[in-house]
């Protein structure tokens, strides 16, 4: 894909406003489509769409094809006349500066139920669509829904403590589980229809707008997923289906002991025996979801830290190659009978952050790769990469991401050196610093430049997303209604009319 300069919004729906507890698929997420369409900008980067389990991360979710019901709205819903106006109600007293998840997941779970009892008693006019949407996705849907059914039947604890039967999927275990546990894996199926209905309706609205989508593919899954459960040969598993090696990064200067970040391994030489195949299928999931793949720790495809799952910490893992050039020459064929080689491109941002060695950056240039800047990172010095002066234009420019802090809490707190450098830099004085980055991503030749919806309200540290080395806390920022303001969007448009974007 040959990318055109542009600009854009990180955003993820969790932090949509509304009345419900959670930013969700409904009106405020076409509000948002109307105000990101009035900026001028033609971005709406979001994070990973997934089921969310423990810990509520998007990036350790049930199932890497599935979506995920909280995300469900409930307007839409009792416009389908699939709930009463007293069940949507009952969402209205959560908080709306923030999610509260463990008030918030009962509460959505009870409306959905209700919305499918309504269906089984009167399906109407979504029977054929709710059949055809699971012919459609038969191949992820079947395993997932089961999954969840079993889960749910097993206290929602994870598939490797379920009976040794289930755990190792024998025929006549499922057959029984399918048998026995058909309502609730036909009420799996019809949260995920009710999902990919809603999101494929916003997505259109987006693209009348001429907004593109970014989405996040996490290069691992979860342990408890449907993936893993279904597909235990294309992972390091021993015999009882438990992990023997696990992801993570080495230690560093932020951490003596690395990160243990405890999601299975691939067994790459299993996957490229069948060409990839799940890859391509998750490939293809997603971009029928999205329009370009922000590939997250893209440096783990030339070469990943491999830890043995017995250990508590990271200090003692080891560098493994990865599938490299042959996995994106099988994505390239897929996508497009040699996409590359006809000089148009992948449709992928390559995560390119954190320790970046030599077969990374061949890895990015053998396939034209636009890479990321976090210009937040760059205060250090004039030889800093993340400075805009030393960018190319295949790259992405950030303020920020999701996973650090907002540009005023950066401001804040960081050491009064690089404080003094970036005002110097950008010739400001700081008090508006969230935005003087803005303009100086904007002004940059990256051919995309984004920033989170915090930073163009100027938001401190209270609004950041994600504390990587932080449990429970996390992905709970919403935006509020009266942040859809007309002197931000117009700020914007002039920006963008300004520096082409």
Known sequence: MAFKRSSGILLHPTSLPGPYGIGDLGPQAYRFVDWLSSTGCKLWQILPLGPTGYGDSPYQCFSAFAGNPYLISPDDLLAEGLVTQSDVDALKDLPASRVDFGALIPKKLDLLLKAFQHFQADPGHLREAFDYFCAQNAAWLDDFSLFMALKESNGGGAWNGWDASLRAR???ALTKARKELAEDIMRHSFYQFLFFRQWEKLRAYAHEKEIQIVGDIPIFVAYDSADVWANPELFYLDKQGNPTVVAGVPPDLFSTTGQLWGNPLYNWEVHKKDGYAWWLSRVRAVLQTVDILRFDHFRGFAGY??????????????????PAKDFFRAVDKFLGDGLVTHGTGLPIIAEDLGVITPDVIELLNAFDLPGMKVLQFGFTGPDNPFMPHNYVPNCVAYTGTHDNNTAMGWYATAPESEKDFARRYLGVDGHDFAWDLIRAVWKSVAVFAVAPMQDVLGLGGEARMNFPSKLGGNWEWRMSEADFRE???????????????
């Open 170 to 172: 024998k025929k006549t």
């Open 305 to 322: 830290y491999e830890i043995p799952a017995s250990h508590t910490t990271a200090e003692h893992g080891h560098w493994v190659p990865g």
């Open 487 to 501: 002197d931000l969007a117009a700020g914007l448009r002039d920006l963008n009319w300004m520096t082409l974007r």
